[in-house]
């Protein structure tokens, strides 16, 4: 099943359509747009699940922040980073998850944008490349603040999170 929103950007309406699916817990969006990890020889393409209220929210905050702008690769990147630097600013941190969420919904919209207001995304490759781009100059600029689990090698514990920098030292 699929979950559509209509959305107002700068007088124009663009549709949100992402799969959706229910779980015991609560009613999920299923969002992994050109998120492609490679394993061995294969790509493998990643999802996360996100609350359908706090997806609404988050779109919703991007769109807002674009009201006013020129809808192109920087102002996607910065609407990218406005809503990492908030949640950074709420929780002191930003777990790897919570940017996947975000690189996804910033996608979502830039897919929604597409032929409207860019050109951005002319095949997959394009928006591999582009999410990839966007991923990297978060990742690099708040490096500081990006937290991740660290590997554990024991069977049934919880990984334990810890700063990415602190990793990597």
């Known amino acids: 099943m699929n979950y559509k929103k209509s959305y107002a950007l700068q007088g124009k309406e663009i549709i949100i359509s992402v799969p959706y699916s229910v779980n015991s817990n609560n009613t999920a969006i299923n969002t992994a747009r ?5 394993i061995g020889q294969n790509k493998a393409e990643m999802f996360t699940n996100t609350d359908i209220a706090e997806f609404n929210e988050d779109i919703e905050n991007q769109i807002n922040f674009l009201q006013d702008k020129i809808i192109n690769d920087k102002n996607l990147f910065e609407s990218l980073a406005f809503m990492c630097v908030n949640h950074i600013q709420r929780f002191n941190r930003l777990i790897i998850t919570d940017l996947y969420s975000y690189l996804d919904n910033t996608m979502i919209i830039v897919d929604s944008t597409n032929s409207i207001f860019h050109n951005l995304i002319n095949s997959e490759e394009d928006g591999v490349r582009l999410r990839n781009n966007f991923e990297n100059s978060i990742i690099k600029g708040l490096y500081d603040h990006i937290w991740v689990a660290k590997p554990n ?6 990984p334990e999170l810890v700063r990415l920098k602190d990793l990597n030292n």
């Open 153 to 158: 090698l024991s069977f049934g514990t919880q």
């Open 34 to 38: 050109y998120h492609k990890v490679k």
